[in-house]
Nanobody, 128 residues
Framework: EVQLQASGGGLVQSGGSLRLSCVGS????????VGWFRQAPGKEREGISC????????YYTDSVKGRFTISRDNADSTVYLQMSNLEPEDTAVYYC?????????????????????WGQGTQVTVSS
């Protein structure tokens, strides 16, 4: 059974930090690009950061560049999103997704293909 388990969300003040984790199982983790997406109330889900299977290629949307860092530990089948200098505009439900077919940039731009998977969300709330 394929599973992607996201965790690490919470309530933080503006300027604070959080680290999200996404643990995968049931598929070839190190052969899959993995990404983080978020959906704020009333807005569409957007891809914010993605990483290649080997971890050498990363993608960030402009709004998080310089504040968020994506990384992965394939030995633990985990992808991390370190979020710093958080702003109220970062408040959203954060999801991870994996895809064995799409490259990291395409995963972020289009979401997973029909061969990919979504994990459940984790809420991040940033207070002003």
């Amino acid at each position: 059974e394929v599973q992607l388990q996201a965790s690490g969300g919470g309530l933080v003040q503006s300027g604070g930090s959080l680290r999200l984790s996404c643990v995968g199982s049931g598929f070839t983790f190190d052969g899959s690009a993995v990404g983080w997406f978020r959906q704020a109330p009333g807005k569409e889900r957007e891809g914010i950061s993605c990483i290649s299977g080997g971890g050498s290629v990363t993608y960030y949307t402009d709004s998080v560049k310089g504040r968020f860092t994506i990384s992965r530990d394939n030995a633990d089948s985990t992808v991390y999103l370190q979020m710093s200098n958080l702003e109220p505009e970062d408040t959203a439900v954060y999801y991870c997704a994996a895809d064995p077919q799409r490259i990291s940039s395409l995963l972020c731009e289009r979401g997973p293909s029909n061969l990919g998977f979504w994990g459940q969300g984790t809420q991040v709330t940033v207070s002003s």
